[in-house]
């Protein structure tokens, strides 16, 4: 594995975070992606979904923080990023997932519009795109996350895609 196309890759992925775009992560962009992920299925903050996806969206941050926030500054630079994902994440890929399971439970129960424990296909392409993703992607990924063909998205198969777009290398992904 080559470090170099690793960093690029992972440098890339920075913008799946930033999502306002200023050069930095920080708190406020994950409570944007919370905020976004409501409004576009209808759900209140108030309630025990809104309230848990702000929790996890939390819970992201600050693990993301711990990881990659190297000046203590409360922001994630792009090169803290790199740094903090090619030093850490590399090795221990997991442990980002656990991080991020809090978040992608809660979105995962926002777009499960029926209550079954698991978001729709086409719900789950809907939280992509508001989250950045192009339709293209988005529509790909989603159907890719059905690895049964049933229509439905389980929290294990989005834990694990999620820690993979981040930690392995593809090219050009």
């Known amino acids: 594995m080559d470090s170099a196309e690793y960093e690029r890759k992972i ?21 944007a992606a919370a905020a976004r992920l409501l409004t576009e299925f209808g759900t209140t903050a108030r309630c025990d979904k809104g309230q848990a996806l702000y929790t996890g969206a ?8 711990g990881i990659a926030d190297v000046d203590g500054d409360q922001r994630v630079t792009r090169a803290e990023f790199v740094g903090g994902a090619v030093k850490r994440l590399r090795d221990n890929p997991e442990r980002f997932a656990e991080i991020a399971r809090p978040f992608l439970r809660a979105a995962l129960a ?6 079954e424990g698991a978001a729709s296909v086409p719900a789950v392409e809907r939280a992509l795109r508001v989250l950045g993703a192009t339709p293209e992607t988005a529509a790909f990924a989603a159907q890719s996350l059905d690895a049964d063909h049933e229509g ?6 989005v834990v694990a895609a999620f820690a993979d777009y981040f930690t392995v290398i593809a090219p050009d992904a």
């Open 110 to 115: 926002v777009a499960d519009r029926d209550n």
């Open 58 to 65: 939390e819970a992201l941050w600050q693990g993301m923080a």
């Open 152 to 157: 439905k998205v389980a929290e294990d198969a």
């Open 11 to 31: 440098a890339f992925r920075f913008a799946a975070f930033d999502q306002d775009g200023n050069g930095y992560i920080d708190r406020a962009d994950f409570s």
